[in-house]
């Protein structure tokens, strides 16, 4: 059953989330829907999903308004299913529960569970999708990308036949590029079957999986066309389109300053040493068996490779974010100590930016302001104007979309969370910048202010270690890539070798 | 388009004026309330002979409410509190027993206070057990060794006039704990507010793993929170101790409840959403004299209790209505 909007507008106090949104996904189709953060996406989604009603137009399925009374139970009835980002899977129960609290426990003759029956039928899943695991295995056992088939295929079965619209709300974005392809292969299988489909993502590489692609911006259709034949990088042109005006019209008293000479000013660094500044040797943690690197000022080193297998693990163990089990890391002829907490790490000039944002980037419940700060409280105590010019500097420099340095961190949207906290580590004139995953979840123009940054520190000297899941990313900003496996480097790629074909052949 | 920047503009005037409203100063509203009616209802009621008492029996609620909101900064609870005032007491009434120096008796407690909170502090930060179960089993043990201190009996002999003088009104008719748990309360907010300790604490409170990756040195500080919470309840069992001239071993316990009452109601107010001294003592003056006019008005001693918890689950509902994070 296809699902048509028309003329879909929704308003909070004044402001148009969405102006008159048309919006077409086919049976068998996958429908890529993309914009930058705050562009309207989440909305139509919300309201795909009857959490919000629109204030005009109507929602149809084959043709049937459907709009009357619009709520989330009406959304499900009529077959709409969304699959988000963090599969709603709970750690400490088995996957045949985990299942069963959304498709429901079979019973025996006495209203008793049948957990024979429960633990076949999920099984039987599980070997459909081809994970290897047994359904009385502990859901935790599960990977990131197992988890988000399990999500899809709980999305699926509990609709039956009534199912009308599968929406993937981001679903692949905690995933690297590699393990995400065997969801959308079945995302793709299961619009074959004749589904519809919208997927929201900010993965370009993703489009080719889709038959349409719609960009929204600023609350209206920016771009809507079958998928063969649109480039990538008309994509990002038609995003940037109007984000580009509303930013600086709402940063208006700081359009004189550019963001390139605010960073060179703010990073100043002292080059004198001639030193190589990183030299990592048979560093081991508990994914990394045994590594050994240098870097030098100005280097920007990507790291990718299958989770599991260290990219994860690096970051951490470098700025004493987890503690390593052996090896040494030195810092311009520094040996670092054996037992070293980020606060040693930040003394070194080693400034780490987590790719857990929710739980280890910010502090939701603080101010933007005091997250802009964290490290250096001490430093700005009995100095409020210096602060404050340190505060606003950052939020200038870096673009970042805030009612001001008051506004609750908490209320920022994904992107300009990041935006804050890599603003944050680069005010502090770091020597070296760990970024673990740092765009994971960041629209393609927050992406953009972030990497404009990372390349300024570059050209004042400071060597980033940068961790991705997106090859293609690396390859716009990376000197040289390293590719971890079980632990091991299993190739460096630099220069020319830094192209998709080569990522390509490394099976990434 | 024109229709469209008009209505942003009233919204715009809209949010000024629900600025200057009474947005998170509910309670000092309630409170003025209350006073002008208890003013119009009792005759006794705004004379200087009731708030002098008043003062004076609020010292030991104050200072505990204190105790108990430098844990919760941090995002931890301390369980021990009460049972911890009635250890610190007993034990200055048995060491009353051995010497006459006021300062040993008023410094043994102070400094079991702290010891009891710096194990509270290591069970929880180095132990990795969760507050509430560490200081909870603390507490039990503590109320253990009141019972073994003092024997199971009141004792009342020989606390020296020098202990009890905390209590007895002096400079503009106030006693002196009452003008120590002022210092303290300014102390403590500028603690809080103004310096960078305060600012790690609602850091670490905000998120413990943050505060640790932008190098807060998150082990010493949340242990210091625990050991300023205890030396905290050691200047409370110094109060109590003057006040009431023994240490009865079954004292304590039932002060914890509202200390965190007050630190909860206090969340409500001046930095909404946020553990903080002046909400908690704009609580404390609620609860207090809330209760006092009540009681002046002829209602019976148990409508305290419900008093207390009714005002506590009003003005959290009325938060969470406005959207406030309680």
């Not at chain 1, 919208?198 to 038959?211: C, F, G, I, N």
């Not at chain 1, 990219?311 to 030195?330: N, V």
Request: proline share 4%; net charge neutral.
């Amino acid at each position: 059953m296809s699902v048509a909007l028309r003329g879909i507008t929704k308003k909070f106090g004044s402001l148009f989330a969405l102006d008159g949104v048309d919006l077409d996904v086919d049976d068998g189709k996958i429908h890529a829907l993309l914009g930058a953060n705050g562009s309207g996406k989440s909305t139509l989604v919300r309201i795909l999903t009857g959490a919000y009603v629109p204030d005009s137009g109507i929602i149809t399925t084959n043709g049937r308004d459907i709009t009357h009374n619009w709520s989330p139970s009406l959304a499900d009835s009529a077959g709409v299913r969304v699959v988000y980002q963090e599969a709603p899977l709970l750690d400490q129960l088995s996957i045949s529960e985990s299942v069963a609290l959304f498709s429901g426990y079979p019973r025996g003759a006495l209203g008793n569970i049948n957990w024979r029956e429960l633990n076949k039928s999920t099984q039987r899943m599980l070997d459909e999708l081809g994970i290897q695991r047994l359904s009385r295995d502990s859901t935790s056992t599960l990977s990131g990308a197992e988890r988000a088939l399990v999500a899809l295929e709980i999305a699926v079965r509990t609709a039956s036949n009534e199912m009308s619209l599968l929406i993937l709300d981001e679903a692949t974005a905690s995933l690297p590029n590699t393990e995400a392809q065997p969801f959308l292969q079945r995302v793709r299988k299961i619009a074959d079957e004749g589904l519809a489909v919208l997927m929201v993502t900010h993965r370009l590489p993703e489009l080719v999986y889709t038959d349409h692609i719609t960009v929204i911006d600023s609350g209206q259709i920016a771009m809507s066309r079958p998928s063969s034949g649109v480039l990538r990088k008309e994509v990002l042109e038609v995003m940037r389109g109007r984000s580009d005006d509303e930013l600086s019209q709402r940063n208006s008293e700081i359009e004189n300053l550019k963001p390139q000479e605010t960073w060179q000013e703010i990073v100043s660094i002292k080059r004198s040493s001639t030193q190589i500044l990183l030299k990592v040797e048979n560093l081991q943690g508990t994914e990394i068996e045994s590594l050994s690197f240098e870097l030098d000022r100005g280097e920007i080193l990507g790291v990718i490779g299958p989770r599991g297998g260290g990219m994860d693990e690096l970051p951490q163990l470098l700025t004493g974010a987890k503690q390593r089990s052996a090896g040494s890391i030195s810092l311009l002829g520094q040996i670092l100590p054996k037992k070293m907490n980020p606060s040693v790490a930040l003394e070194f000039g080693i400034c780490y930016l987590p790719a857990d944002r929710l739980h280890e980037g910010g502090i939701a419940s603080l101010n933007v302001g005091e997250n802009a700060i964290l490290p250096d409280i001490f430093h700005f105590w009995h100095k409020k104007s210096e602060e404050i010019k340190a505060i606003d500097q950052i939020i200038k420099s870096m673009k970042v979309v805030t009612q001001g340095r008051k506004a609750l961190f908490g209320t920022l949207s994904g992107g300009n969370q990041q935006k804050v906290i890599l603003g944050r580590l680069l005010r502090l004139k770091p020597n070296l910048l760990v970024l673990a995953d740092p765009t994971y979840g960041v629209d393609p123009l927050a992406r953009q202010t972030m990497f404009e940054a990372i390349r300024t520190a570059k050209m004042a000297g400071v060597a980033v270690i940068l961790t991705s899941t997106e090859p293609e990313q690396l390859i716009d900003l990376c000197d040289r890539v390293l590719i971890l496996s079980d632990g091991y480097v299993k190739d460096i790629l630099q220069g020319s070798e830094l192209t998709d074909e080569f990522f390509i052949a490394e099976g990434l | 388009m024109t229709d469209s920047i008009q209505s942003h503009d009233a919204g715009m005037k809209n949010n000024g004026l629900r600025k200057v409203s009474i947005r998170g100063y509910e309670i000092v509203f309630i409170l003025i309330g209350l006073l002008v009616v208890f003013t119009l209802a009792s005759s006794q009621f705004m004379t200087s002979s009731n708030f002098i008492n008043l003062a004076l029996i609020s010292a030991v609620p104050a200072v505990m409410a204190l105790a108990v909101l430098s844990p919760l900064i941090i995002g931890e609870f301390d369980l021990s509190v009460g049972y911890s005032l009635g250890f610190c007491m007993m034990l200055e009434a048995v060491t009353a027993q051995h010497t006459k120096s006021a300062f040993l008796i008023i410094l043994v407690g102070l400094v079991a206070g702290l010891v009891i909170g710096i194990i509270n502090g290591c069970l929880t930060v180095f132990s990795k057990i969760s507050s509430f179960i560490a200081t909870l089993g603390v507490g039990i043990i503590l109320n253990g060794g009141t019972q073994g201190l003092s024997n199971g009996a009141v004792i009342y002999q020989n606390i020296p006039n020098a202990v009890t003088k905390l209590a007895i009104p002096s400079f503009l008719a106030l006693t002196p704990a009452t003008w120590i748990t002022i210092a303290l309360a300014l102390v403590l907010f500028y603690i809080y507010e103004h310096t960078p300790f305060g600012r790690y604490w609602y850091a670490i409170g905000g998120s413990q793993r943050v505060a640790f990756l932008a190098g807060i040195k998150t082990v010493r500080m949340r242990v210091i929170a625990f050991a300023l919470g205890g030396l905290l309840v050691g200047v409370a069992a110094n109060f109590s101790l003057a006040e009431s001239g023994s240490a009865n071993p079954s004292f304590g316990p039932d002060l914890m409840l509202p200390a965190y009452a007050m630190a909860f109601l206090g969340v409500t107010t001046f930095r909404p959403g946020k553990y903080n001294v002046f909400g908690t003592v704009a609580a404390l003056f609620l609860l207090t004299i809330g209760f006092n006019g009540l009681s002046l008005l002829g209602v019976p001693f148990w409508i305290q209790p419900i008093f207390n918890g009714g005002a506590l689950l009003i003005a959290v509902l009325v938060a969470k209505k406005e959207g406030r994070q309680v």
